[in-house]
């Protein structure tokens, strides 16, 4: 499959996921007041006012927050890292995008993480593991993964996922103290099928929206990569520092594991699979890679 071919699928599949994950939890929302009160208008609105208000909240957050939270140091100055500063200024250039704020991590296990709901206000870590374990091409090739991040506004879409799956375990919560105080007092217009179906929704909604947020995260790593191999010709490079990064079996110290997702790799090193893996297989990724 060529590099082009696979951008447009993986974008077209994330626009068919996030429309699905908008109307899941409007569909939360109008489960928790019909279960309760016979009607479903009230329930899509507060799903609109959480989910809306919840993204506005997560996408203000600052970049900074997560560097502190993974311990990234910033890179201030050429001088600090010369081959890696201008990995990330050609990147950026060939991807049309302001230069990325540049952080390293002092950890032994090798990875890298981009942040930034914009390309006006991307950032890009390191693992020294990752510096010492790679040569200058595969180094490059991780960047420019990064760079298709935030070229690819992926990480606004992780944070719009967090953001409602946050809205939807609220509602759940909603829904449950509703369901207890209220004991499904509707209008007696409730049907009987729609009533187990709604009940089944709410319980299952955090598990579903779970599911979902992982499935973006999947399917944006494999746009990342094809993007990658777009902006660096050398998508080979990508696949040996994917096949040497997952080989590492320590985790990342200082990885946080609410910021796990973002990372290139797994930081964790749990090796679910599967609806539950916020990373695609390493497998899955190299071969496709490679077919490029």
């Known amino acids: 499959m060529n590099r082009l071919k696979q951008i447009r699928q993986n974008k ?13 939890v409007l569909l939360v929302g109008a489960a928790i007041t019909y279960f309760t ?6 329930g899509i609105m507060i799903a609109i006012v959480l989910g809306g208000g919840y993204t506005l909240m997560m996408i203000m957050s600052s970049t900074n927050v997560v560097m502190r939270m993974n311990h990234a140091h910033e890179v201030k100055d050429r001088s600090e890292n010369i081959p890696l500063w201008e990995a990330v200024d050609n990147m950026a250039m060939v991807a049309r995008i302001p230069r990325p704020r540049l952080f390293i991590i002092k950890d032994p296990s090798p990875n890298a993480f981009a942040t930034g709901t914009s390309p006006k206000n991307g950032a890009v870590a390191v693992t020294t593991g990752l510096l ?5 091409e595969e180094v490059e090739g991780v960047i420019a993964h990064e760079v298709a991040h935030i070229q690819n506004y992926d990480i606004r879409l992780s944070t719009i996922a967090v953001a409602l799956v946050s809205a939807v375990a609220i509602l759940t919560d909603i829904g449950m103290r509703m369901m207890i105080f209220n004991r499904g007092g509707g209008n007696n217009k409730q049907h009987p099928l729609m009533l187990i179906v709604a009940l089944v929704l709410i319980i299952l909604a955090p598990v579903i929206a779970t599911m979902i ?6 399917n944006r790593e494999y746009l990342a990569d094809a993007s990658a191999a777009e902006l660096t010709r ?3 490079a990508l696949a040996s520092a994917l096949r040497k990064i997952t080989g590492v079996e320590r985790p990342v110290q200082e990885a946080s594991g609410t910021s796990a997702s ?8 749990k090796k679910v699979a599967g609806l539950f893996s916020s990373h695609p297989p390493p497998k899955n990724r190299i071969e496709r890679l490679q077919n490029m």
Do not use: C, M, W
């Open 12 to 24: 077209t599949k994330t626009v068919f996921i996030v429309t699905g994950f908008v109307i899941f």
């Open 37 to 42: 009160t016979g009607e479903i208008f009230t």
């Open 132 to 136: 010492d374990t790679l040569n200058n």
């Open 213 to 218: 947020q992982l499935a973006i995260s999947r």
């Open 234 to 236: 050398n998508p080979h």
């Open 262 to 269: 973002l990372y290139f790799a797994d930081p964790l090193k």
